[in-house]
Nanobody, 119 residues
Framework: QVQLVESGGGSVQAGDSLRLSCAAS????????MGWFRQTPGKEREFVAS????????DYADSVKGRFTISRDNTKHTVYLQMTSLKPEDTAVYYC????????????WGQGTQVTVSS
């Protein structure tokens, strides 16, 4: 079955960087778009970034544009989110999703990884 496992979260200071990874299994990663979303307590999950199946098209939320970079390595069945210049407002649980297009329609999700940014 489809399985997504996120890793790389942690506690950092404002201005630091982190790289999240999402390892996929149970399907052919290269056939599908992938995305990163985040959620804080009491709020809905929000879009962060997405990448097309080929990696040729990427999309970012305005709040992270210029600071975060999404990439994928289909040979390693992994999608990455490089986060730089982190801010306290980036604190959230980050989830990767698959089988979506653009910002919508993601059908499968990982368990999430916590990112905490302190000022």
């Amino acid at each position: 079955q489809v399985q997504l496992v996120e890793s790389g979260g942690g506690s950092v200071q404002a201005g630091d960087s982190l790289r999240l990874s999402c390892a996929a299994s149970g399907y052919t990663l290269s056939n599908y778009g992938m995305g990163w979303f985040r959620q804080t307590p009491g709020k809905e999950r929000e879009f962060v970034a997405s990448i097309s199946w080929s990696g040729g098209t990427t999309d970012y939320a305005d709040s992270v544009k210029g600071r975060f970079t999404i990439s994928r390595d289909n040979t390693k069945h992994t999608v990455y989110l490089q986060m730089t210049s982190l801010k306290p407002e980036d604190t959230a649980v980050y989830y990767c999703g698959t089988h979506g297009t653009g910002r919508l329609g993601f059908k499968y999700w990982g368990q999430g990884t916590q990112v905490t940014v302190s000022s």
